[in-house]
T-cell receptor
Framework: AQSVTQLGSHVSVSEGALVLLRCNYSSSVPPYLFWYVQYPNQGLQLLLKYTSAATLVKGINGFEAEFKKSETSFHLTKPSAHMSDAAEYFCAVSAQGGADGLTFGKGTHLIIQP | DAGVIQSPRHEVTEMGQEVTLRCKPISGHNSLFWYRQTMMRGLELLIYFNNNVPIDDSGMPEDRFSAKMPNASFSTLKIQPSEPRDSAVYFC?????????????FGEGSRLTVL
């Protein structure tokens, strides 16, 4: 079985500051890991995914995440926050690359202060 | 290109009524997923299909819920009878399963309110 834990249901940063959203996973097999973003009243959009090819994964909109097996973590970062980054962010895990669906964390609401 | 299309976007109904949510996956995709999103429980996988066949329905909360996929371009999620605790946003997602890593593409969701 797989699960993810997102630390912090709300994160607030100033515009231009570093964004760090935390995700820890639990998996009995080597995991596939994903970050999705959800804007108000919309569906989820894939930001990036880890597929065991490279531990540092770059995604859209300047986001990246690093897979750390020793820490069972897959934290999402962005060097400089923009107002348009305000949204809900979900970390997800799968044992089969998504073919069997994804198990999502509870989400982190990112607030950008002007 | 058209994404995953869900209807209705909003549904308000009274307890005991039948609710049918509809989903059209992306053309060419062979896997379809139904998720439910609530504040308390987050995103929960209800059921998924591969090549129109239900593979895992262990997330379906109870017998009042049923899902079908009669063909590759259409799926329904039905709740009968509906209850206030079924109020949630229901998402449909599709993907192309090729043995490697797949990306789930989500629709915009159907917001259900049961009074």
């Amino acid at each position: 079985a797989q699960s993810v834990t997102q630390l912090g249901s709300h994160v607030s940063v100033s515009e231009g500051a570093l964004v760090l959203l935390r995700c820890n996973y639990s998996s009995s097999v080597p995991p596939y890991l994903f970050w999705y973003v959800q804007y108000p009243n919309q569906g989820l959009q894939l930001l990036l995914k880890y597929t065991s090819a490279a531990t540092l994964v770059k995604g859209i909109n300047g986001f990246e995440a690093e897979f750390k097996k020793s820490e069972t973590s897959f934290h999402l970062t962005k060097p400089s926050a923009h107002m348009s980054d305000a949204a809900e962010y979900f970390c997800a895990v799968s044992a089969q690359g998504g073919a069997d669906g994804l198990t999502f964390g509870k989400g982190t609401h990112l607030i950008i202060q002007p | 290109d058209a994404g995953v299309i869900q209807s209705p976007r909003h549904e308000v109904t009274e307890m005991g009524q039948e609710v049918t949510l509809r989903c059209k996956p992306i053309s060419g995709h062979n896997s379809l997923f139904w998720y439910r999103q609530t504040m308390m429980r987050g995103l929960e996988l209800l059921i998924y299909f591969n090549n129109n066949v239900p593979i895992d329905d262990s997330g379906m909360p109870e017998d009042r819920f049923s899902a079908k996929m009669p063909n590759a371009s259409f799926s329904t999620l039905k709740i009968q009878p509906s209850e206030p605790r079924d109020s949630a946003v229901y998402f449909c997602a599709s993907s192309l399963r090729r043995g490697g890593v797949g990306e789930l593409f989500f629709g915009e969701g159907s917001r259900l309110t049961v009074l």
